[in-house]
């Protein structure tokens, strides 16, 4: 019996290294951590490296070199393990020729752990029609399915990977809300990649940053929005900023937008520059050097 809890981490992700053969893409040195009761987002551009991440985490590709830890202890597909963790990738993990009561009588069969009351909740929340073939459901349909079996497990751990992406606003706030219940329970935590930003603002502790295969920033929420801020000045006066106080700053048509941290210093020393706070548009803006 494996102790869930012997670890202030529900997973932690260390020195993860992969190089595709195929394409000049990588991984390079993915340091993530995820507390218990606790969400985590990772945002990035499309391409950015999250899924492919997320594909490492869970043994689907195999890394190069690093440590992918779950509940304290090396993740190797160990059943005792993989049990607890609910997991919604981009494609369904169902056949597109059962519904969804058909699904939970294959589930019940095939998994000890399977929650059936949770699951048939979940239906009934989400409206889902459960005699009605899930290939004749919409995407957002699928998602949610997706979602309510990842929840029927005796879930401790979910990894999510776009799993607003595409939806209307509230179908993503539907979901949003329920992830927010999971973490209610301090024995369960999230792990979610998205490029929408708006919606980690909203639920996310913890946000990681990622650009070309690599975690160009990683910080609590609350500090980002409150304690970080954004410097504004034009070409000739980035000088005046000096190189310590820049963690990252884009170029465009002449003007200079500053990633600083501490915005209270900042805005005391450089009196003659306009400082915001950010969003995290704005910051993954920054730190791609990509327009928002």
């Known amino acids: 019996m494996i102790d869930l809890y012997k670890n202030a981490l529900a997973l932690k992700v260390s020195g993860l290294n992969k190089t595709n053969k195929t394409s000049d893409f990588s991984l390079k040195n993915i340091n993530i951590e995820v507390p218990y009761g606790s969400i985590v987002g990772n945002i990035g551009r499309n391409g950015a490296g999250k899924s492919t991440t997320i594909s490492c985490m869970l043994g689907m590709f195999q890394k190069d070199e690093g440590k992918v830890e779950i509940f304290g202890s090396e993740y190797c597909n160990q059943i005792n393990i993989k049990k607890h963790i609910g997991v919604v990738l981009d494609e369904p993990n169902f056949s597109l020729l059962l519904t969804p009561n058909e699904i939970n009588k294959v589930m019940k069969n095939n998994y000890n752990n399977w929650e059936e009351d949770s699951f048939k909740n979940y239906l009934n929340r989400f409206k889902l029609p459960v005699d009605k073939k899930t290939k ?27 799993i607003t992406s595409g939806l209307d606003p ?19 935590s999230v792990y979610i990649s998205s490029h929408i930003t708006s919606d980690l603002e909203k639920i996310a502790d913890y946000v990681v940053f990622m650009d070309n295969g ?4 990683s910080e ?3 500090e980002l929005l409150y304690n970080y801020g954004i410097l504004r000045c ?3 006066e980035l000088e005046k900023v000096e190189k310590a106080d820049i963690i990252s700053y884009r170029k465009e048509y002449g003007r200079v937008n500053i990633l600083v941290k501490d915005i209270s210093k900042i805005k005391n020393k450089y009196k003659e ?17 990509e327009e928002a």
Do not use: Y
């Open 214 to 217: 690599k975690v160009v920033l």
């Open 234 to 236: 034009n070409d000739t």
């Open 220 to 222: 609590e929420k609350d």
């Open 273 to 289: 520059f306009i400082v915001n706070k950010p969003n995290f548009d704005e910051i993954l803006s920054i730190l791609t050097g």
């Open 136 to 162: 004749q459901f919409s995407f957002g349909m699928k998602k949610k399915l997706s979602l309510a079996i990842a929840l029927s497990h005796e879930t401790k751990l979910l990894i999510l990977d776009e």
């Open 170 to 188: 509230v179908s993503r706030d539907e979901i949003l809300c329920i992830l927010l219940e999971f973490i209610e329970n301090p024995e369960h």
